[in-house]
């Protein structure tokens, strides 16, 4: 087994995490090893897993990413993989959960910004305490660089479920399609009430898998400018999540071409969560949670 005898489970917003320090390099887990520790039922459970080691210890960066990762200044990077043993390039949401596991572990500061290495680029997670009302250990994320598509340039539906909505394409290091729902453009049942366990399918076909979010607008506040917002995900890899950092993103970053507003306040079925949108760039706020250190037999 690649694997070390201790490992943590961890939770951002409901999305769960099996994380582990690897200082030396020696525990690069096989996709074997991640489906059995992210498997609900055989194993620990988890969305995803994630490896905190040193950038020069993941074999699958090329010496590219690798020289970008460090010019970024980190020490540290994300090794993250979906729960069906898939390479992920970002997790906004796992930022959070390893950089409080970090803290821990005594290689991040509790009081001053960590540079994390990810497949997506180096990200910068700062320290924000307790916040109402996005909970404890909160860490607002710079997330970085954002794409945008056509907006509602692509047809999504969920196979069984009668109806479509529009959707639009948001590049976020991984990619994603956002379908704002209950508007003009959809018939898809109310959001609270969509079969996400399905994967949607989107046409025309994208390259590559990506992750699909459901978003309702529930209010805007013109004074302060801050938007609310419901959304639910299914995550390529790991299907329907409780939450989903760079899927919180990418809708923000689609509400903000719809309505103008670039700041929200969005609610997953793990919590709320901050979203700040700029021209150049997208903050993602929101809390993590330790929940167990586990002894693998």
Not at 44 to 51: M, T
Not at 104 to 133: C, H, Q, W, Y
């Amino acid at each position: 087994m690649s694997l070390p005898q201790r490992v943590t489970k961890t939770h951002a917003t409901g999305n769960d995490f099996v994380v582990y320090l690897d200082k030396s390099g020696k525990f690069e887990p096989t996709a074997d090893e991640v489906r059995f520790l992210c498997d609900r039922h055989f194993g620990i459970g988890g969305d995803g897993l994630i490896r905190l080691t040193r950038p020069d210890f993941v074999s699958d960066l090329s010496d590219d990413q690798l020289s970008d990762v460090l010019a970024g200044g980190t020490k540290w990077f994300m090794d993250y993989r979906n729960a069906d043993g898939s390479l992920a390039e970002m997790c906004g949401n796992g930022t959070r959960a390893i950089t409080l596991f970090a803290q821990r572990e005594g290689v991040a500061d509790s009081t001053e910004p960590f540079r994390l290495g990810t497949r997506a680029g180096v990200k910068i997670l700062t320290p924000r305490g307790n916040m109402r009302p996005y909970g404890a250990n909160v860490f607002q994320v710079e997330m970085g660089e954002w794409k945008i598509g056509e907006t509602d340039a692509y047809e999504v539906t969920i196979p069984g479920t009668e109806g479509s909505a529009r959707g639009t394409f948001v590049d976020m290091g991984n990619p994603h399609v956002v379908a704002v729902i209950e508007d003009a453009f959809a018939s898809l049942p109310v959001v609270e009430s969509l079969d996400l366990v399905t994967k949607p399918v989107v046409a025309p076909v994208i390259e590559s898998d990506q992750n699909v979010e459901f978003v309702r607008v529930d209010d805007i506040d013109q004074n302060t400018g801050v938007g609310e917002a419901t959304m639910r995900v299914n995550e390529r890899g790991c299907g329907e999540t409780l939450s989903c950092g760079t899927g919180l993103c990418a809708t923000g970053i689609v509400l903000r071409a719809k309505t103008g507003i670039s700041h929200w306040d969005i609610t997953v079925r793990g919590g709320t969560l901050r979203v700040d949108v700029t021209d150049i760039d997208v903050k993602l706020t929101g809390a993590a949670t330790l929940v167990a250190d586990i002894d693998l037999l």
